[in-house]
């Protein structure tokens, strides 16, 4: 099957700017199986207030850039992650989560559960856990750009059995989750797509150089610093099924459970 | 203070020959108040049967080679974290073991929990969890070899407040760890010291590039691949004690033990 990113700039508070980017790289996502863009997308990311935050974002339902994925999705007859600026319907917090959306519709979201700096001003964290969807060609977790550095959120959708994590990012920091997300693909035996964002936004750059890393820690392909760009790479999906890391060592059967209970502390 | 690596080839059954090597070195590593020797330092690690297994392991409390560990750290003033063929002295089982030596002898050790390919023919697999030493300048967690490829005991050390991990390794698969490790002292705010050993046992060949990371993931020191090297390096210890990783992210506050369940099944 096929997977890849889209790395470009979402535009701070001009949804139409954004969706009309995304419709001229169209051609290039079309024939993915499964494409990953960017944190975020709906909306940017450094608002210069909590009411920028507010207006920019959607019901992930209803939205209307939710809507519009769906629409490419089911042009396009695949699966998009994109990170979005999610308000729930019910109380109206506000939530950094990432929808999957297939050619029936959405499928499902995550909510980011460890918010960066300035995020934990407008943002609540996650309360959805870490969910895994089988997609029948696969199945599939989704993280955000921050949340890599925590090892635990990999480890338990590696466990609840996903192929692929799809990470939707606005990273900043230069060059450290690219270092670190072929470790956990190593360490977990799986494919990660990681999609981030390039651009300015106030005080802020982000970092580009989105990656797909594969099940044995390869980088599969990476993109540039500062310039758009859209990858497709063809995997063989089923490899993230074998987690004979030697002969005799399964990366998660090896595992010490009866000697981790610290780690729920 | 002062922390560092020894990386040679250990002589396969011949303990004498590799504490002429050691004696032959120690100039080069006496000023350290911490130094890290390889895995399996008492007797190889590729071993022809269990029998070979059998002699040349030895009790950790009594056996020559950690007397001859503690009459060096008490001559130097210094701690020593070294990998050890251990035979317990109540059931007689072998186990992978570190030692931490001080001036005053025997501190503690550790059983590897994670063991590698053939290991699991010769050795019990650890069963005394994951200890951190504190040393008063520091505290000290150890682990061995193929544990890195596990994201759990790391993060479990840095959850009980180690500051450092001594990582004694017969690494064998190339580069893997060499990248990892800087992963692991990031995203847990620790300094690492990886002694890999060098050389060739029948079919084995060993994969030195020894590593010294620190807890923003630099590497602050790292061993040729094929020649033996002793490295000592001044360190701030206490860096290791700021887990914040950004103004507002603490990296072991910020986790979310409350959606951690599945790590512990």
């Known amino acids: 099957m096929k997977i890849g990113y889209v790395q470009i700039a979402p535009v701070l508070g001009d949804l139409e700017a954004t969706i ?9 996502f079309k024939a993915a199986d499964i494409i990953v863009l960017p944190e975020l997308c709906n909306s940017g990311y450094n608002f210069e207030s909590m009411e920028q935050a507010r207006v920019t974002a959607e019901d992930a339902q209803t939205g209307p850039f939710v809507r519009y994925l769906c629409s490419l999705a089911q042009e396009h007859r695949q699966c998009i992650v994109a990170g979005v600026n999610e308000r729930d319907a019910n109380d109206c917090q506000l939530y950094n989560s ?33 969910p895994v969807f089988d997609l029948g060609v696969c199945k599939l977790g989704m993280l955000i750009c921050f949340d890599w550095i925590f090892p635990e959120p990999w480890r338990i959708l590696a466990l609840k059995g996903a192929d692929i994590v799809c990470h939707p990012s606005n990273l900043v920091l230069p060059g450290l989750a690219q270092r670190g997300v072929p470790v956990h693909a190593l360490m977990n035996r ?30 599969l392909a990476q993109a540039p610093e500062g310039d758009p760009q859209v990858r497709v790479v063809e995997v063989d999906i089923h490899l993230a099924r074998n987690k004979m890391v030697t002969p005799r060592n399964h990366v998660l059967e090896d595992r010490r459970p009866d000697q981790y209970h610290e780690l729920i502390i």
């Open 20 to 28: 009309g980017k995304l419709d001229s790289l169209r051609n290039e």
């Open 98 to 130: 990432a929808v999957l959306v297939g050619p029936d519709g959405l499928i499902g979201k995550y909510r980011k559960l460890h918010l960066f700096m300035n995020e934990k001003d407008y943002f609540r964290p996650g309360d959805l856990g870490l």
């Open 190 to 219: 799986i494919f990660v797509v990681t999609a981030n964002r390039i651009g300015t936004e106030r005080d802020m750059t982000f970092t580009g150089l989105s990656i797909i890393a594969d099940p044995k820690g390869n980088v």
